[in-house]
């Protein structure tokens, strides 16, 4: 099925808007590291850059068997995609955005169908937020894999007071400040850990307080308006490493270049790894070198993307090759207007020539946005891509007549002249 899941309207993902971010007052005020956020008022984002931040914590290993792994990871974010516009109502006309489940407005479903999307919104707003705004880039973001109560994700960043971090999402309805039930649990995934997972002791949480702007009793009689709310309890914990922020720089670009099928760098950042993990150094097991861009390798450079004057080197997958249909098949398809999808995945040439170098703490504090200051994240969403901090980049499409270009490429791999 090339057609997805029956997506109604696709241009409300790509709308990018103004959500409003409030910070509470008191002892759980953002301070620390955290301070800045407090002087942000909002942020400007789409939800399409929302479902793209929240596959971030997606991790698919190729040799686990979801081969090819970026259909996979499309076909994940289309999934997504489907339960916000059944589950949810995005109303973007005004300048207040409005986000709210179907059962807050007329219990079209149950609360329960809207929690697991509301979550993963959560995510993808939370890590935006950080991302774009506090510069923390995806490379020194870990998502927990511990079973006992802990943060979301885990930052191995050194912070300014030498600290450890911690990131914490959720999705609530509407409230002046988080209930005593809210702050016990957010204090019990801060406390010492029994079983030695690493607890971060500052955490910042970003609350994604959704509502559709109507007045109820519940609410105190206020308004319940769409928003990000930041709370950062702050505790004392162990300093981190430099070398904590390289190993999760190394972890985080091994599972993109493994997502993507950039085989060649991903055997690099394994050695390193196993290396890491056995030696405690992060040498790798074949020496540095200066790569060379101007070939194409499967495997190594296999499809390569400009995005704002940016070459990112990647993987294309399309829906219509795919399915493995015949050429005949293929042309009667797009003769009724039938292109599939096309994805595209990939990492800026700069990240990759790191990892070639081995060049680690420049990894752990590369910034894409600081080697284009120029481009706004609003830009790559006009050209329907999402370029995150660390260099990633990743672009969903349903195909129709005016995605010249990407035709022209599914149509040469069928042999189609």
Known sequence: MTRGLGIQDRTVFRRPFDIPVRCINGSLRPAGAFANATSIHNVRVSLETVVQYASRYLFVNPGGGASPSTRFARDWKEILRWEIEKFWIVDLSTTAPKIGTRFESAKAYSAEHGKRSGEYMAYGFALAFIDRLLRIHPQRVLFFAASEARADFHLPIILPDGKR?????????????????????????????????????????????????????R??????????????????????????????????????????????????????????????????????????????????????????????????????????????????????????????????????????????????????????????????????????????????????????KEIEEVKRSFGIT
């Not at 999402?169 to 016990?184: H, K, L, T, W």
């Not at 019990?188 to 702007?213: A, C």
């Not at 190594?300 to 704002?308: A, K, Q």
């Open 165 to 217: 971090a911690g990131l914490e999402a959720r999705s609530r309805g509407y409230f002046r400040e988080p209930g005593a039930d809210d702050v016990a649990a957010i204090w019990g995934k801060k406390s010492p850990s029994k079983v030695g997972v690493i607890r971060p002791g500052r955490g910042l949480v970003v609350y994604l307080l959704h509502g559709l702007g109507t007045t109820k009793s």
């Open 219 to 404: 609410d105190y009689g206020t308004q319940n308006q769409t928003q990000l709310f930041l709370v950062d309890p702050i505790d004392d914990s162990g300093a981190a490493s430099e070398m904590d922020a390289e190993v999760a720089a190394v972890r985080n670009y091994l599972q993109l270049t493994q997502r993507i099928g950039l085989h060649h760098y991903s055997e690099i950042l394994e050695g390193a790894l196993t290396n890491w993990e056995f030696r405690g150094d992060l040498r790798a097991n074949r020496s540095p070198y200066e790569p060379d861009f101007t070939m194409r390798m499967p495997g190594v450079h296999p499809d390569s993307r400009e995005y704002g004057g940016v070459r990112f080197i990647g993987r294309v997958f399309s829906s219509l090759l795919a399915e493995g249909i015949t050429k005949e098949r293929a042309i009667a398809r797009m003769a009724s207007g039938d292109y599939g999808f096309y994805s595209f995945e990939g990492l800026a040439v700069s990240v990759l020539r790191l990892i070639a170098l081995q060049r680690w703490a420049e990894l752990a504090s590369y910034s894409h946005y600081h080697d284009h200051p120029a481009e706004t994240a609003v830009q790559f969403e006009e050209l329907q891509a999402v370029v995150f901090g660390d260099g990633f980049c990743s672009e969903d499409l349903e195909l129709d007549e005016t995605h010249e």
